[in-house]
């Protein structure tokens, strides 16, 4: 009797370790723009609120759920970054904490980049300090910042627009002094072009609703490779896809020449998955360091463009034989899947 009663605990025990190790997308009910770090055995991540900066730790992105999470800073009223917070991404430089988003008064021309910095060991302890406004060249709307520091040297990728009138967001790229300054000229990587890139446009510059868009760059590594993942087409569409600049990382990343363009997007909404509008990514590396990951948003159902119905989703990828990414089709919600291996 003991012996069946120990044979069935080890069965339950062992389905439930099962249950344990896989995950279902979406990671949350809503979460546009989600970014994450791994840092000290731990995942900090973050997602647009639209109205302060929160952080969430765990130590595995499939438990984002249940994992603990605090509002570290939210902007006082009045000022030019009181109001539409967009997409921020948490990056640790030079034994510190910084916090890079989008924001502006309530009025979306005044959209630009700002950063906050912590000293604390734990982004969720210590104080988060408004380091000021990040200006980029010619001080134009910018949104959708992501940092990099590479071979010594800090870069910075932002969306913004080549003028002063709405009616495409291009990709630029600029070198940084330190984690909250911009040094020298931006240069312009990518515009929107190709008819995946342009869905949105109806030849009203003048009209935020519809214009081309290219937004939320990323940096990924891989070997000899640097590429960079964006978001195209406006996020109101169902063609809100990913595509992918590539250039060799001993190269002159701040000379446009140095970049190839794919001509065809790199992830992309899939009706038969019932998955839309997928974009907004970043990446992480499975916590045993040896599974590549995107993290992104996308949408449950067809036309349900830029709110806050767009949820976190993370599926692991490959690389091709040549050395770049192969994202695959975004998968199903509700499908189970290994949680990154520990």
């Keep these: 009797m003991k012996a069946n009663i120990i044979a069935v605990f080890l069965l339950l025990f062992g389905i439930i370790a099962n249950a344990q190790k896989t995950f279902t997308n979406p990671l949350l009910p809503s979460g546009p723009d989600p970014w994450t770090i791994y840092k000290d055995g731990y995942y900090y991540y973050t997602n647009s609120t639209g109205h302060n900066i929160t952080i969430w730790k765990t130590k595995n992105i499939a438990y984002l759920s ?50 906050l910095e912590n000293a604390s060991a734990d982004p969720l302890q210590g104080e988060w300090i408004l380091k000021g406004k990040l200006t980029t060249p010619e001080d134009k709307w910018s949104i959708d910042g992501s940092a990099i520091e590479l071979k010594g040297k800090l870069y910075f990728i932002w969306s913004g627009w080549k003028g002063d009138v709405n009616g495409e967001q291009d990709i630029y790229i600029a070198a940084m002094k330190n984690p909250w300054t911009i040094d020298g000229k931006r240069t312009l990587l990518s515009k929107p072009e190709y008819e995946w890139e342009l869905n949105g446009d109806l030849n009203s510059p003048n009209d935020p609703a519809h214009v081309s868009v290219n937004e939320g760059p990323e940096f990924l590594l891989h070997n000899d490779k640097i590429f960079l993942i964006y978001s195209a087409s406006g996020c109101w569409t169902d063609r809100y896809a990913l595509g992918m600049l590539t250039a060799n990382v001993d190269a002159d990343l701040l000379d446009a020449a140095s970049w190839k363009k794919s001509a065809q997007p790199v992830f992309q909404s899939s009706a038969a998955n019932k998955v839309y509008a997928p974009g907004h990514n970043s990446f992480f590396v499975s916590p045993n360091g040896k599974e590549n990951w995107i993290l992104y948003h996308a949408n449950s159902n067809p036309g349900d463009g830029c709110g806050n119905k767009r949820s976190p989703r993370a599926q692991r990828f490959t690389w091709n034989a040549d050395g770049t990414p192969n994202f695959g089709e975004p998968v199903a919600t509700g499908v189970p899947m290994a949680v990154p291996a520990e």
């Design 66 to 115: 249940s994992a603990e999470k605090k509002v570290v800073w939210a902007p006082p009223p009045g000022k030019e970054y009181s109001k539409e917070l967009w997409a921020p991404e948490i990056h640790f430089f030079n034994n510190k904490w910084y916090v890079y988003f989008a924001a502006d008064s309530g009025n979306n021309n005044d959209h630009r980049m700002y950063v």
